[in-house]
C-alpha cells in the first residue's frame, strides 16, 4: 500500500509517519508492506507524478486546505483513498467530495489501523485501473470501464474515454497493447485500434463499430478472441 501523508504541520506530519511506521510493522508479513511519502507543501504534492493508494491530508495555511487539494488531486485524475484529518478544521461539517473518509487530530493509532483496515478492503475490490501518461508528462489513472477505444497516429496514441475526454499519449502501438494485456476486456481489433468490448455497439466479420459510429476494421488475426469477449460480454448481461 502506497501512502502519502500530507500534512502542513510538521509535529502531526511526523507523528502520523511514526504512526504508519508502527503500523507496518505491525502487518509485516500479513500484507504487502506500508510505503509512506510525506508532504509538507500543497505543490510538492500536487506535482509529483507518483500515484498512492491513500492520501491523508490536512492542510491549514497558504489560503488551502485539506478539501482544496483533495479536489486538485480528484480533477487531476487521482483515484486514490482521501482521508481528511479533522483538527483545527473540522472537515466533517464542510463540503466534501463524494467518497472522503475521515481522522480526528490528534490521530489515535487503534483508529488508524482501523482506517488501514477499511482502505485495504476498498483496494481490494477496487475496479483494475489503467495509468494515462500524456505527452505532456502529465498522467492520471482511469477505470477500465472509462476506456472506450484508443487508435495508433505514428508514435503516439489518441485515447477517447467516457464523459468525452480524449488523451493524447506517447507510446507505440506494441507497447500500448503489452499494457492491456491484464485487462480482459479491452481488445486489438487491429495493429492500430483497441476498443474495449463492453462498449462495442456492433460487431461483424469485418468491422467494430463503436459509439459515436466509429468504426474499425476488424484484422482475421483477432476477429476469433474479439467475438469470444463480445458473446460472454452479452451472456452475462442477457
Same mark, same amino acid.
Given at each position: 500500500?502506497?501512502?502519502?501523508?500530507?500534512?502542513?504541520?510538521? @509535529?502531526?506530519?511526523?507523528?502520523?509517519?511514526?504512526?504508519? !511506521?508502527?503500523?507496518?510493522?505491525?502487518?509485516?508479513?500479513?500484507?504487502?508492506?506500508?510505503?509512506?511519502?510525506?508532504?509538507?507543501?500543497?505543490? &510538492?504534492?500536487?506535482?509529483?507524478?507518483?500515484?498512492?493508494?491513500?492520501?491523508?491530508?490536512?492542510? #491549514?495555511?497558504?489560503?488551502?486546505?485539506?478539501?482544496?487539494? @483533495?479536489?486538485?488531486?480528484?480533477?487531476?485524475?487521482?483515484?486514490?483513498?482521501?482521508?481528511?484529518?479533522?483538527?483545527?478544521? #473540522?472537515?466533517?461539517?464542510?463540503?466534501?467530495?463524494?467518497?472522503?473518509?475521515?481522522?480526528?487530530?490528534?490521530?489515535? +493509532?487503534?483508529?488508524?489501523?482501523?482506517?488501514?483496515?477499511?482502505?485495504?478492503?476498498?483496494?481490494?475490490?477496487?475496479?483494475?485501473?489503467?495509468?494515462?501518461?500524456?505527452?505532456?508528462?502529465?498522467?492520471?489513472?482511469?477505470?477500465?470501464?472509462?476506456?472506450?477505444? /484508443?487508435?495508433?497516429?505514428?508514435?503516439?496514441?489518441?485515447?477517447?474515454?467516457?464523459?468525452?475526454?480524449?488523451?493524447?499519449?506517447?507510446?507505440? /502501438?506494441?507497447?500500448?497493447?503489452?499494457?492491456?494485456?491484464?485487462?480482459?476486456?479491452?481488445? +486489438?481489433?487491429?495493429?492500430? /485500434?483497441?476498443?474495449? @468490448? @463492453?462498449?462495442?455497439?456492433?460487431?461483424?466479420?469485418? &468491422?467494430?463499430?463503436?459509439?459515436?459510429?466509429?468504426?474499425? !476494421?476488424?484484422?482475421?488475426?483477432?476477429?476469433?478472441?474479439?467475438?469470444?469477449?463480445?458473446?460472454?460480454?452479452? !451472456?452475462?448481461?442477457?
Amino acid at each position: 500500500m502506497h501512502i502519502a501523508v500530507c500534512d502542513d504541520n510538521v @509535529a502531526d506530519r511526523k507523528q502520523m509517519e511514526r504512526l504508519l !511506521t508502527r503500523e507496518g510493522d505491525k502487518r509485516r508479513g500479513l500484507v504487502s508492506g506500508l510505503y509512506v511519502d510525506s508532504f509538507g507543501s500543497s505543490a &510538492s504534492l500536487l506535482y509529483t507524478p507518483m500515484d498512492y493508494d491513500v492520501y491523508f491530508l490536512d492542510f #491549514n495555511s497558504e489560503n488551502t486546505t485539506g478539501i482544496d487539494i @483533495a479536489k486538485s488531486l480528484i480533477k487531476g485524475g487521482k483515484r486514490g483513498i482521501f482521508v481528511l484529518c479533522c483538527g483545527k478544521i #473540522n472537515y466533517r461539517e464542510m463540503e466534501c467530495p463524494e467518497g472522503v473518509k475521515f481522522l480526528n487530530k490528534p490521530i489515535d +493509532a487503534d483508529e488508524l489501523s482501523k482506517m488501514i483496515d477499511v482502505v485495504e478492503d476498498c483496494l481490494s475490490s477496487k475496479e483494475p485501473t489503467i495509468e494515462v501518461r500524456e505527452d505532456n508528462g502529465k498522467s492520471f489513472r482511469i477505470h477500465e470501464s472509462e476506456f472506450i477505444y /484508443a487508435t495508433s497516429k505514428g508514435r503516439f496514441m489518441d485515447l477517447t474515454m467516457t464523459g468525452e475526454r480524449r488523451a493524447h499519449i506517447l507510446c507505440s /502501438a506494441d507497447n500500448f497493447h503489452s499494457q492491456l494485456l491484464n485487462y480482459p476486456n479491452l481488445l +486489438a481489433v487491429n495493429r492500430k /485500434a483497441f476498443v474495449n @468490448a @463492453a462498449h462495442i455497439i456492433k460487431l461483424s466479420s469485418f &468491422s467494430v463499430t463503436m459509439p459515436g459510429n466509429v468504426s474499425f !476494421t476488424l484484422s482475421p488475426f483477432y476477429s476469433k478472441y474479439c467475438k469470444y469477449i463480445y458473446n460472454k460480454l452479452n !451472456t452475462q448481461e442477457s
